[in-house]
Structure formats: structure tokens, C-alpha cells
């Protein structure tokens, strides 16, 4: 070619065909070859991924499955990292594991390793992903920590147009300020740091004792969220931000603080989903005050999955915002199993598909309209069971996971390997995952399992339901522990820190 001879322009990437409805992006999604990953501590979130897209790999930290999952890949040998102090550390060590690192370059796709989910990431998960030459199919993680904010997350719903439980936004220099710039709101509060779950940062205040003992995790912060105690109870809903609108999954119900399953008072420890739930004008204002959250969003550069806590007013039948969990979360699985996706595609689909670079088309208000339908929602519920105790203990033997039967006297047995609950048929079977391991040492709040089964897990009063209590027994029955003693392995060998893991 001689110097003077023109390049011929690079030819551009032929456009893909817009897919038009839900059969074209099921068929799409059953096609594709773009290599797709889930890495994660485990892989609960989003159980049955697998099933929908061709190519989904999971990579965790935790084999839950004993190397029987088809579609998991865990690290053989532990490559020296520093103390995990969240589910990002986790992330990050799975990212510079040189096995990882080889299992992603071998799966590479035309030149491309492909994209990839994260329950939690930081800005030092994305730049290792962008290293291995992955995409990250969330909003960047700085967008992500902004929604996170409990204090900026109250913000957006005012400009959305969705109502928070009555509440200020101030810092808290002491008990005698907070019930200043608290006055409009009573001496019966709830006090809020910017970030935390489970209700690890959230703190009930009716008199100067209750402050005394969270002064100093309060006074550090430039601004809480102070909130009117209403005597309430939780739901949530799952939704995802899409081009052409926010898909809105049903109400769920939440198990919030249950002493059984976990130590900490306001915890999250499980939902339930069911038609009869809530009443018709709660599930309205709920799908309602979603989408308008939802669209909101698009607004702040935020699309995919989100979740929102709702708090219903059991004085008054309103309904108020929570709180937002802008990501997949430990209410995902139940959502992504239920008979209304199941039917159509899970919510993580639509997801994805923002993500795929895709064009398409679907009518969201039709898909909204069959999801709110009450004969679209079956009964299913999940309850996390945590260490209760205030000790530390070490694993010895441990139930594994899949499907179990209860016999007449209570007791269970294992039944068969399987990778979510699908092939639970009746109340007498659940679905189990394990999260703890033989080896492994419980300490007050680590996550033991997952309990996944038909039916009610609450009665209409909010407690436990017996059948809920047996099975709950009679798994926590399938652990055995010891407080290690003189000689044994100490404490601090503990991996997994404390905090929470979905």
C-alpha cells in the first residue's frame, strides 16, 4: 500500500434487529453468547440465573452446592488476601484470584470476557472488572452509594412525589438536640445513620437511655434520618428501571426481627409473597408510588434493578416509604421464582437486557397490568436464619443444601440436590440453602441458611406460624457446633466477618 493510499473506514457493527416482546427477548436471552457472571460471596440472589441465559456463570466465595451446581465456579486453594469487611472485600479477592482470573480468559467470547453482576461492588471492584475486561451491567458504583443513602434516598422521594414516614434530615449533636430539631415529630423516634442494613443502623429512641447507648454512632455522622415511630409493619417490592418504563413486581410481605431467626431488633430475616397480602388499595398505592419512583430514577442516571422498603401504618392504613436498596437483593430469589415471572421472565432478565446493548420493545403497563393480577401470584415465603446465641462456636456438621421432607413427628430428611426450589411440591418439602459450612464458626448474626417453602410463613397477626417454627427447628436440628476449647483453632480465623452476606 503506498503512503499515500487511504485506510478503508472501519466498518461499524451491523445493528441488531429490535426484539418485540417477550418471546423475542426469552429467545434472545436462550441465544446469546455473550459470557455473563454473578460474583458474589453466594450465589443466592439470583438462584435459577442460570436457567434463563445461556453462558450465565456464577463465581463465588462460597460453594453452597458441594461442586454439584453446573454452574458455579468456586476457587479450589485460598490465595492470601487481607480481613474481609464486606461483601466488597469478597468481591475484590474473587477478582485478583489467579484461578478466576484464568476461568474468565479461557470463557472469552469473540475477543470479549464478557459482563458481569455484582450483589455489592466499590469503585476498586469496577477498575479490577474493567482489568479483566468485563462490564459491570449496574449504574456506576458512585451512583449506586449516592441512591444508597438513606438521608439522599428520602430526597428523591420528595421529588418523586412518594411519601416517607413523617421525618428530618439533621445531624444530632445529642439527646436534647435531637428532640430539638426533632419537635414536630413527638419523643418516640427512629433514628437512621446514612448506611447499614438489617437493622444494624437503625435505632429506636423513647427516652435519653435508648440514645445513650447509640450516641456515638449517631453524633459521628453529618446527617441522620429522623423518623415519627409508627406503629407499622414492613412490605417490600422489587421494580426494574427500563427504557421504556418501570416493571413493577407484587408486594411482598417482609419477617422483620423475629428473635428465632435473627439477634438484631428490626432485622430483616425473610419475606413472604402471597395474593391476599395486603388489600387491594395498599397494593395500588404501592405499585403506584414504585413506578413514580422508578421513573424518578431514569431522571437521577439510574436504571435496572431496585427495591423499595414500604411501611404500612396499621393506626391508619397509609402507606410510606422505607428505604431504597438500589441493586439485586436477598428478597430477589423469591421474586425472580414466583408464578407471575415464571410465566412472562424473571425482573433480573429485563435487567440484563438494559445492559446487552440490545434493542427492543415492550409494553411495561401490559406487563404491570398481569403482574398485579392476584391469580398471577402463588405462595411462597423465606426466612434467613442466623446465629442467635452470643457466643462463637465452630461448625461440625452442617445440612446440605437442596430439597428436604418433613416427616409426621417433624423431623426432616434430605431428599434430592437441587439448585433452587423448584421442585418443591407440597408444605411437607422445603428448599435449603446453606451458607455456613463444616469448619465454619457462628458468632451472634452469621448467616447459617435459607429456608424456602410453599405457603404462609407468618399468621395474619404477624407471628411465626407453627408449621414455620418446625421447620425452623428442625433445620437449626441438622447443625451441630462447639465452643472451641484449650488447643483449638481461635476465633479469629473467621472469614467471613460480620455483615451481611445478601
Not at 239 to 260: S, Y
Not at 386 to 401: G, L
Amino acid at each position: 500500500m503506498s503512503a499515500k493510499a487511504k485506510k478503508a473506514p472501519a466498518r461499524k457493527p451491523a445493528k441488531q434487529p429490535a426484539l418485540h416482546g417477550l418471546s423475542d427477548i426469552r429467545r434472545f436471552f436462550h441465544r446469546n453468547e455473550t459470557p455473563i457472571y454473578f460474583i458474589s460471596a453466594t450465589n443466592f440472589n439470583l438462584l435459577g440465573a442460570d436457567e434463563w441465559v445461556k453462558g450465565f456463570k456464577f463465581i463465588t466465595y462460597i460453594d453452597c452446592f458441594d461442586g454439584l451446581h453446573p454452574n458455579l465456579m468456586n476457587p479450589v486453594t485460598e490465595e492470601p488476601h487481607e480481613e474481609f469487611q464486606s461483601i466488597e472485600d469478597i468481591n475484590n479477592y474473587l477478582l485478583t484470584h489467579s484461578e478466576v482470573k484464568e476461568y474468565i480468559a479461557k470463557r472469552k467470547r469473540n475477543g470479549s470476557a464478557g459482563k458481569v453482576l455484582f450483589l455489592m461492588f466499590d469503585e476498586k471492584t469496577e477498575k479490577l472488572a474493567r482489568k479483566l475486561g468485563l462490564e459491570v451491567m449496574f449504574p456506576p458504583a458512585k451512583l449506586r452509594t449516592f441512591m444508597d443513602n438513606k438521608v439522599n434516598t428520602n430526597r428523591v422521594a420528595e421529588k418523586a412525589g412518594v411519601p416517607p414516614v413523617p421525618y428530618v434530615l439533621s445531624p444530632v449533636k445529642s439527646y436534647g438536640h435531637l428532640l430539638k430539631v426533632a419537635a414536630k415529630l413527638g419523643n418516640d423516634l427512629v433514628v437512621q445513620t446514612p448506611f447499614g442494613d438489617s437493622g444494624h443502623t437503625t435505632f429506636f429512641i423513647k427516652e435519653e437511655a435508648d440514645y445513650r447507648k447509640h450516641a456515638h454512632e449517631i453524633e459521628k455522622e453529618k446527617e441522620c434520618k429522623v423518623m415519627k415511630r409508627i406503629n407499622c409493619r414492613g412490605a417490600a417490592m422489587e421494580a426494574c428501571v427500563t427504557r421504556h418504563g418501570t416493571i413493577v413486581a407484587p408486594l411482598m410481605t417482609e419477617l422483620v426481627g423475629f428473635k428465632e431467626l435473627t439477634p438484631y431488633k428490626g432485622g430483616w430475616c425473610g419475606n413472604e409473597i402471597y395474593a391476599e397480602a395486603f388489600t387491594p388499595s395498599i397494593r395500588a398505592k404501592a405499585r403506584k408510588y414504585t413506578r413514580l419512583f422508578g421513573d424518578q430514577l431514569l431522571k437521577e442516571g439510574y436504571k435496572g434493578y431496585f427495591e423499595l422498603d414500604f411501611l404500612i401504618d396499621q393506626d391508619n392504613g397509609e402507606i410510606y416509604l422505607g428505604e431504597l436498596n438500589p441493586r439485586i437483593t436477598g428478597a430477589s430469589s423469591i421474586t425472580n421464582h414466583a408464578a407471575f415471572a415464571m410465566g412472562d421472565a424473571p425482573l433480573h432478565l429485563f435487567h440484563m437486557l438494559e445492559w446487552m446493548d440490545q434493542p427492543y420493545t415492550l409494553s411495561v403497563n401490559a406487563l404491570n397490568r398481569r403482574w398485579a393480577k392476584v391469580e398471577n401470584i402463588d405462595s411462597w415465603g423465606q426466612m434467613v436464619i442466623k446465629h442467635t446465641q452470643d457466643d462463637i462456636r465452630r461448625v461440625i456438621e452442617a445440612p446440605r443444601s437442596g430439597i428436604w421432607r418433613m416427616r409426621p413427628d417433624g423431623s426432616i430428611h434430605y431428599w434430592r440436590m437441587d439448585t433452587h426450589r423448584r421442585y418443591v411440591e407440597t408444605e411437607d418439602e422445603a428448599f435449603f440453602l446453606r451458607i455456613s459450612r463444616v469448619g465454619d464458626w457462628l458468632y451472634e448474626g452469621a448467616d447459617m441458611g435459607i429456608l424456602v417453602m410453599r405457603g404462609r410463613m407468618m399468621t395474619d397477626d404477624f407471628k411465626l406460624t407453627p408449621r414455620a417454627k418446625k421447620w425452623l427447628q428442625a433445620i437449626r436440628n441438622e447443625y451441630r457446633s462447639e465452643i472451641p476449647g484449650t488447643g483449638r483453632s481461635s476465633p479469629q480465623a473467621m472469614e467471613i466477618g460480620g455483615f451481611k452476606m445478601m
